[in-house]
């Protein structure tokens, strides 16, 4: 959701949406030179620092797949795909850790097959808390697999399905394993099947890309072959909106996940930036400055029913959607500096809710409401917060990292995706909200402006 800028793939600079825009407005009307261009280096306060935290992982068990009999002998599907894929999903769901040495687990497995019965004692001592076995059959186009899990200390079964899906689709599958474990044994929704929009500069210029939220199937939706930015997820899961300057104007678009299907949102004159999608009103929020100052706005998502929200003389961008479509984050620098304000959703009601530090922007609602996560500026550097609804109780999720910017929720409200140049150039992290298991999910080219998707089931 958070414009950004570049030089190249080599020398881009991490703009979040305030900075991207205040820099675009400075060089368009000539206020300022890129070589005496700066921001305020130092900050009025310590902002906090990360709280301690221990987090309890349950270990799990997965053997290699049994192909089952019947099934085709030419399959591309081998064994050892699912415990890979189910282990990565569920280590960075947080909850879950594997067993030490997969080797064992494969020798308990073969051990189990020889005795046609599953000795628990024996995966107790692995310290495994879960077993997860299954098998699986390739006929046609289709794979079939059975997953049972079970608890190792009771010996139990927690759950047992049949899953079908096209064969080309078996990650999506194994991610569908995934999610049910999350929600047999955390009770709570997994994330596995859902995805990250991003902007990419691997193919020379930035484009619009998507993967999977293990960072798997990492693919363009677009080909412009000029700066695009600022993604954000659109009706029902189905498309993204983002801002291209294809056209030499900065336009929103819209586009199917699959990249079969795109159409124009808005063409206005000036910015059509930083969009933000509300199921709930169905309707964008974005930066305008169709009338000379930037602003914002609501439109439905064919670009019409037009409402202005905001009449200043300042810079207003980064706008981001409550769960409940009542009100609207954004960041203004009404007092000379960007902050972080609300306001209902018809604009009344405008109110600063950060009063700590030189620099905050970028806040995004948590799903489930309870929090809002945004980007300040601590000891020289951009990390990660969070704090409540109402601005109190700031918490530090990053810290001696290097520069960590423009956090998205996964639709769990448990999970963050951010921007961090920590290993050179900007890559996608997650992690997760307690600023744990942060884990990197890209590494060619620069990659910025993540966008979690919503469920998709």
């Keep these: 959701m958070i414009p950004t800028n570049y030089k190249d793939d080599n020398t881009r600079i991490v703009f979040s949406g305030w900075r991207w825009l205040y820099w675009v407005i400075l060089v368009i009307f000539g206020l300022c030179s890129l070589t005496n261009f700066s921001f305020a280096t130092r900050d009025i306060i310590d902002l906090g620092t990360v709280k301690p935290y221990v987090r309890h992982y349950y270990i799990i068990a ?25 282990y990565r999903d569920l280590e960075l769901s947080g909850y ?27 995966w107790r001592r692995l310290k495994a808390s879960f077993l997860l076995k299954g098998n699986f059959a390739v006929k046609g186009n289709k794979i079939t697999v059975g997953a049972v899990l079970y608890d190792t200390a009771s010996g139990q079964r927690i759950f047992g399905k049949r899953y079908t899906y096209p064969e080309q689709d078996v990650r ?30 691997r193919t020379g210029k930035p484009e619009l890309f998507i993967m999977d939220a293990d960072g798997a199937n990492q693919r363009p939706l677009t080909q412009d072959r000029s700066l695009v930015t600022a993604p954000c997820w659109g009706a029902k899961g189905t498309e993204i909106y983002f801002t291209s300057y294809k056209n030499f104007n900065p336009d929103l678009y ?39 100052n930037s602003e914002l706005y609501t439109m439905t998502r064919d670009g019409k029913n037009l409402q202005r929200l905001t009449y200043t003389r300042y810079i207003e961008s980064s706008p981001s959607w409550s769960p409940d479509g009542k009100k609207i984050l954004f960041t203004s620098d009404r007092i000379g500096l960007p902050q972080i304000y609300v306001m209902d959703a018809n604009g009344y009601n405008q109110r ?6 030189r620099y905050n922007d ?96």
Excluded at 176 to 198: E, L, M, N, P
Excluded at 352 to 357: A, D
Excluded at 393 to 406: A, F, I, M, R, S
Aim: hydrophobic share 35%; with cysteine.
């Design 352 to 357: 600063r809710i950060t009063f700590q530090g």
């Design 96 to 122: 879950f850790r594997r067993p030490e040495n997969q080797n064992f687990v494969e020798q308990n497995h073969r051990r189990d097959i020889r005795l046609n019965k599953i000795d628990f004692a024996e």
């Design 362 to 457: 970028s806040a995004v609602w948590s799903p489930k409401g309870d929090k809002i996560a945004f980007t300040a500026k601590s000891r020289g550097f951009f990390n990660i917060f969070l704090m409540n609804p109402d601005g109190s109780e700031w918490v530090q999720l990053t810290v001696n990292q290097g520069n960590n910017e423009e956090p998205s929720w996964a639709p769990d409200g448990e999970h963050i995706a951010f921007v961090s140049d920590r290993t050179g150039k900007p890559q996608i992290f997650v992690m997760c909200i307690d600023g744990t298991n942060q884990t990197q999910l890209t590494f060619q080219g620069s990659n910025y402006a993540p966008a979690w998707s919503p469920l998709f089931y």
């Design 172 to 201: 999506s599958l194994a991610h569908r394993i995934s999610d049910d474990i999350i929600h047999y044994v955390a009770h709570t929704v997994g994330i596995a099947s859902t995805k990250i929009a991003f902007i990419s500069t």
């Design 254 to 292: 819209g586009i199917s996940i699959d990249g079969s299907r795109r159409w124009l949102i808005s063409a206005r004159p000036g910015f059509n930036l930083s969009p933000d999608w509300s199921e709930k009103t169905q309707r964008i929020v974005l930066t305008l400055s169709k009338d000379g």
């Design 62 to 86: 997965i053997p290699g797949f049994e192909p089952a009999e019947g099934g085709a002998s030419t399959s591309q599907v081998k064994p050892e795909f699912f415990p890979l894929v189910i």
